[in-house]
């Protein structure tokens, strides 16, 4: 297994999610209250196991240690989680809790929360995919799963880091955990009077690292990103969101709480995992959100696409949401062994062009194959790391063929932009585009800019600047 796909395990509550979705033009005749006209009714596994599933889609092992009953809503939970993720059982006598919100022109106008019962003990299954993990995420919504799991999670926190993400309903986490990761307002609920400024949600943070005897706590601010924490630090780390996101908020949490968790498990620095986790939500929430097909995809409907993105953005339902909002996907390709002004200016004028920019990235296979002994230069774990970080480029997928047409059938971008030493009648990807209306065009280059050229400048300064042999 590689170091991006460490097995996590989840422990906490799963819901059944409902959403019941409309149109609301008039009042009801009996009470100031809007009528819906329901237009789709949708339910999915939410709480712990939409964390989950979320974790799934790295491409990694998950285990969810949850409790199921024998009700309705368990069995459909159930069977929604079925070959997504390994299942580990605790005893729920009562039913499932449903969660209900019934919204108007997408936005939630109420929500009907019912069910509840009474969590068993674990089964021995549970210490054993503990003992397993390399990363574990606690989603405590206070329904019982995480505190008949404590005793076992005082013992692994000492093993694995744990990310905790916690609700006003659940206990407080173990001591040891690696990572906590309330949002603003249960910060504040936590540790009032203090304001909104960045200075408040520093003071809060810190103080709840020292209350519960945590490494870390990581603040999350919506669209301002998150604040990471630590008990004794003199000042925090702040995490920016990469861009406003645009969209449903519900679920951006359990993102976030997922693929910090996950980052943790593939050994990454925690300042790593929370700038992957602030990423990471912002695209759920432009992709669609809990709502996104891909991920409830329809029975029959194959296995869901490969996340190419590496746990960032999945350009694959970035471009479904842009296309399914009437907007223009756009993609470009290339090595980008080391990026230079002339490869900025391409990537800037070709986000011009459409609602968002995904960068298809040869591998360090393929780039070899294409250039030759000595490349790549920069790994492709770097390369795509700083594509990311440009303004103009939403998603990065790497590819291992020596050209990206397989690629493109999946991506099915509407404009395909490559730079100016070439003409459109040279680009072999023209005629994958024109197979479903899609366009290819060439876009002006600098002139003088080119990686081999720039390589070549740079050996020849390091050669001038070694000391003469004696």
Request: with cysteine; glycine share 12%.
């Amino acid at each position: 297994m590689s170091g991006r796909h460490q097995p996590v395990v989840v422990v906490g509550d799963v819901l059944l999610d409902r959403d019941i979705d409309g149109v609301a033009g008039r009042l009801a005749p009996d009470a100031p209250a809007p009528v819906v006209d329901v237009t789709s009714d949708r339910s999915r596994p939410g709480g712990a196991g939409l964390a989950a599933l979320l974790a799934a889609r790295t491409g990694r092992e998950v285990t969810l240690i949850t409790a199921l009953g024998d009700d309705a809503a368990s069995r459909e939970v159930r069977d929604a989680l079925s070959g997504r993720l390994r299942l580990v059982e605790l005893p729920l006598r009562g039913t499932l809790p449903v969660k209900a919100r019934v919204m108007a022109g997408g936005r939630p106008l109420v929500r009907v929360d019912r069910g509840g019962g009474t969590v068993g003990p674990p089964p021995g299954a549970a210490r054993e995919a503990l003992a397993a993990a390399r990363a574990v995420l606690v989603a405590d919504y206070g329904r019982g799963t995480v505190e008949a799991m404590r005793p076992l999670l005082s013992g692994v926190v000492r093993q694995v880091p744990v990310v905790w993400d916690p609700h006003p309903r659940g206990g407080p986490p173990v001591p040891g955990t690696r990572l906590v990761t309330p949002n603003a307002a249960e910060a504040a609920a936590l540790v009032p009077d203090e304001g909104d400024s960045w200075g408040a949600h520093a003071r809060r943070g810190s103080a709840l690292a020292r209350r519960w005897g945590a490494a870390g706590v990581a603040v999350t601010l919506g669209d301002r990103g998150a604040l990471l924490v630590r008990a004794h630090a003199a000042a925090p780390l702040l995490v920016p969101s990469p861009y406003r996101a645009k969209g449903d908020p519900c679920g951006a949490g359990d993102c976030f709480a997922a693929l910090t968790a996950c980052a943790l498990a593939d050994g990454a620095l925690p300042e790593e995992a929370v700038t992957r986790g602030t990423a990471g939500a912002a695209a759920f929430i432009t992709a669609g959100g809990v709502s996104s097909h891909t991920l409830w995809p329809d029975p029959g409907a194959g296995p869901a696409r490969t996340d190419y993105s590496g746990g960032e953005t999945d350009a694959f339902a970035l471009a479904d949401a842009v296309r399914a909002r009437g907007g223009t996907v756009v993609a470009t390709g290339g090595c980008f062994d080391l990026l230079h002004a002339g490869h900025v200016g391409l990537l800037d004028s070709a986000r011009s062009i459409g609602d968002c920019l995904i960068v298809c990235v040869n591998s360090d296979a393929s780039l070899t194959r294409l250039k030759g002994p000595g490349r790549p230069l920069t790994p492709l774990e770097d390369r795509l790391r700083v594509l990311l970080a440009l303004g103009s480029v939403d998603a990065v997928v790497p590819f291992d063929e020596d050209t990206p047409e397989a690629l493109l059938r999946s991506l099915r971008p509407d404009v395909w932009v490559k730079g100016g030493d070439y003409s459109c009648e040279d680009l072999p990807e023209a005629g994958v585009l024109a197979s479903w209306g899609g366009q290819a065009v060439v876009l002006p280059y600098l002139d003088g800019r080119s990686t081999t050229g720039l390589a070549r400048r740079a050996a020849l300064a390091s050669a001038a600047a070694r000391p003469p042999a004696r």
